[in-house]
């Protein structure tokens, strides 16, 4: 699997960032003054250098993987683990706030089981089933997966982009559920930009302070536990010993998406983390991706700036499942639709600035 995996990400290709001045050409003889509508216009700009030469990122799709963490029995969420679970069948229920966000954007949502505790889920055209083991083991006694289990979550996210694209979908957005997810978030960023974990640990869904210190005391303990993974500055070893498996999976969305010429929007601080293992993996993916917004959660903004990134909103979004992703890919149609519907000068008539 790790051949083929290597193979799929060789056929990567950079974007052809020289389109962007053919878009701007076209945006600069719209009816507005020239860059007057700012980051939407370089929003349009990226879509059709990535589409080259088409500004048409719809119809949309996001993909909310949902596994369940080891390290949750640590005391690292107040949630409860069943709480996964319990969230699947309320997003099956259209009753979550993905449910009501893609509704309101235009989104198709479709929930993958990539790692939840417990038995098959009840049939459901919207869920995929691919439970690659119930859970990963505790980041601070043991690796979280094996390599082959995260090549598999790897391959598995590729796969859905691969799908998506012969769907007849333009555009990704990625999105998870887990409860305890920010640990192994932390503790990846923490490995793979060499950045200790007390400056970067944070309440996730709602941890009191002192909850917080012994929280970061388990992401050092995880670090020191797979030292010398993290040592080899190997991106798939450390992803294996410290992620999880929804976020090896979206790591293999970006990448899929990237694979087939798609725009693929990040959601927050979990998704950044599978963006930061995608970048890791091949760093042309960044020119490909679109950072929904910046979260509350604690060091994200942080991120961000070491990322050289930035996010389209800023809410105090920290919820996840892919919610800033749904207002993000609202944003990348908002774009298009100027892009492809605003009149020209000469079209409506109207004359030009004067030199």
Known sequence: MKQEFLEAIQKIRPVNLELEKEAYQ???????????????EQIAARIYAIQEGECKPYPFRIYTLAADHGVAGKGVSPYPQEVTRQMVLNFLRGGAAINVLCQTCGVELKVVDIGVKGETFPEHPNLIQYKIKPGTGDITQEPAM??????????????????????GIKALGIGEMGIGNTTPSTAL??????????????????????????????????????????????PLAILAALGGLEIAG?????????????????????????????YQLDPKVKEYAFFSHCSAETAHQKILNLLEVRPLLDL?????????????????????NIFNQMATFDSAGVSKAQD
Do not use: W
């Open 250 to 278: 979206m790591a293999g969305i970006i990448l899929g998406a990237a694979l087939n010429k798609m725009p693929v929007v990040i959601d927050g601080f979990i998704a950044t983390a599978s963006f930061l293992a995608s």
């Open 26 to 40: 076209h945006l600069d003889n719209l009816t507005k003054p020239p860059r007057s509508l700012g980051r939407l």
């Open 189 to 234: 960023y923490a490995a793979y930009l060499n950045l200790p974990p007390q400056k970067l640990t944070g309440p996730g869904a709602g941890l009191k302070p002192e909850k917080v210190k012994q929280k970061a005391k388990l992401i050092e303990q995880a670090l020191q536990t797979h030292q010398q993974t993290v040592a080899g500055k190997d």
């Open 146 to 167: 094996t390599e082959e289990e995260c090549l598999q979550a790897l391959c598995l996210g590729i796969n859905l982009a691969n799908q998506a694209k012969q769907e």
């Open 316 to 336: 105090d979004l920290r919820l996840g499942e892919g919610t800033g992703a749904a207002l993000g890919l609202f944003l990348l149609k908002a774009s298009a």
